[in-house]
């Protein structure tokens, strides 16, 4: 059986290449500790170190509770770190900026606005004027080909459409960074792949660094260069791990061996099989005699 | 569909719905004209036709039917003539037809002495002090409403004398607002407006801190600074239920009216209603409170229609007599061409 650890050359020489790259995220030993008066304080991530370079594609995995979704807030800024430091091309992060683009799992699409005037937003509080702003955001819904939408409000898009027009809205602001919590988890299952293989082709025509949070093993190995997986209670480091699937990538290699090397690696590191084991209902018999499903 | 209607919150098909809509009118008016007509349900009065050889009874009365009973038994037993009459309802309840009359020739009835207003005069008069009420309340109290609502600062500085400020029954402040603003229209305004004002700080405010704090983390990771969070993401974002907050205060204010417009010189509606109840013209009292009430059903239909077409997001909207004016209005000016892409979104 093939180990996750073996590269075949041009994998190997792809990594390389990056790690040559700048480094656009630099965490460094960061802590968040959330306290509510009267409760005990729970640490949400200890001790978090990872390094992100240019046009990297790194996905962020681990069981719920473990943090993931804290850790995107906190790079974005709307969470303040307990601890620790986190430089955005070289340059401390304080509070929520335009230099990194964040796209929710909830749409959070001003409903108010037209799907033009939503991509639009960033550029016009970023201070670029009507004319500008809107040759731009044209510009950025043509890359998500949802053009012929400009004059459509939210509500009259479907949830594939939805989460393309945020993603059009965070790329218009030009970030160094993109950060993706859960964006396509409460998509269904065929648009979601869709989503993955539109996410792929943004990500090779833009310069762009993604940052993906996911619980979806398919979806992280199938989309990531890196994969941070991480430990719940407390939020730690389990492995920073190299996706050995060559580039560029399709969905039918899902079936091949690098693939189900990866993707059986990380489910032994946040489902381990004792645990499963343990995880198992009691034995009930409420059923006639005779008809056994097996 | 009968057994639909018994199901919680389903939905109503367009028919059925316009029928219920009627019905909650019709029925209130079908019990009014059945104790109105039928003899047999109320009509504790009699109304004397014809007198017969009484000495206390003249044509025309209205007398208790126990009375008018034990006359005619009193006149049977002597030999008398009998009184002759019809069964009534007491004065203070005319029937539909009569405050249906009303409601028309209380407008081309002159008033009764030269210096009391026609129906139509103390109607504006009123409608003024509402305005002016609600307008200098919502001039204030919204934007307070939604600055207490989005900062905690604010709402923990302000609401809670608010709370304990809206307690105070407004017609309390009465015979205060007169002796500080004199006895014109000014202390009316001003408990129209202590009347809406502290609910509607509070009102505004709970609505704000019910905008999706998911919209302001988007908005500031998109680089929005404080100032254009408020601005373009807080108010437009509760700027519907705000309009429908507003709807429903509007209502509050009216109810403040009667209390305000006896306050000081009594004027308006409140005025006309208690002179015409003086010459016992209760045809006209009923039709100056049903007009009341249309006035502010016509109100809020109109407002809730403006309102679908101000808000073309919300998805109830549609376009209708308010946008298809402003287009017309603004072809006219600029000679545009209607926008093409909104057509390109609908086929698609």
Redesign the interface.
Known sequence: MMSYLDQAPQVAARFARIKQRPVILDVKGLDKVFESPGRPPTTALERITFQVHRRELLCVIGPSGCGKSTLARLVAGLEAPSGGEMLLDGKAIHGPGPDRGMVFQGYTLFPWLTVLRNVMFGLEVGGSSYAEAEREARMWLELVGLTKFAAAYPHQLSGGMKQRVAIARALANRPSMLLMDEPFGALDAQTRAQMQSYLLQIWKQVDITIMFITHDLDEAVYLADRILILDAHPGRIRELMEVPVPRPRFPDQCVTDEFMAARRHIEELIHPRAAQMEDKLPAFHMTMAGDEVE | MASNWTRPLAGLSPTASRGFWAASFLVPLALWCAISYLPFIWHPMVRVVDAGDSTWLTPGELVERAAFATENVDLVGRRARPATGLLSNPVFLPAPHEVARALVTGFTTPPARPEEPWLHQALWHSIQVIFWGFFVSSLIGVPLGILCGALPAMGRLVEPFIEFFRYLPAPAFGALAVAVLGIEDAPKVAIIFIGTFFQQVLVIANTTRRI?P??L?????????RR?LIT??VV??I??DVYTDMRVLLGWAWTYLIVAELIGVSSGITYFINQQAKYRAYDRVFASIILIGLIGLATDLVLASLGRQL???M?TARSGWFTSGVALFRRRRKGAAP?K??E??AS?
């Open positions: 999706d998911a919209l983390e988007a908005a500031e990771t998109l680089g929005a600074s254009t373009r993401v437009p974002g700027i519907t808000f073309p997001w998805k926008e892409v909104a390109e979104v698609a």
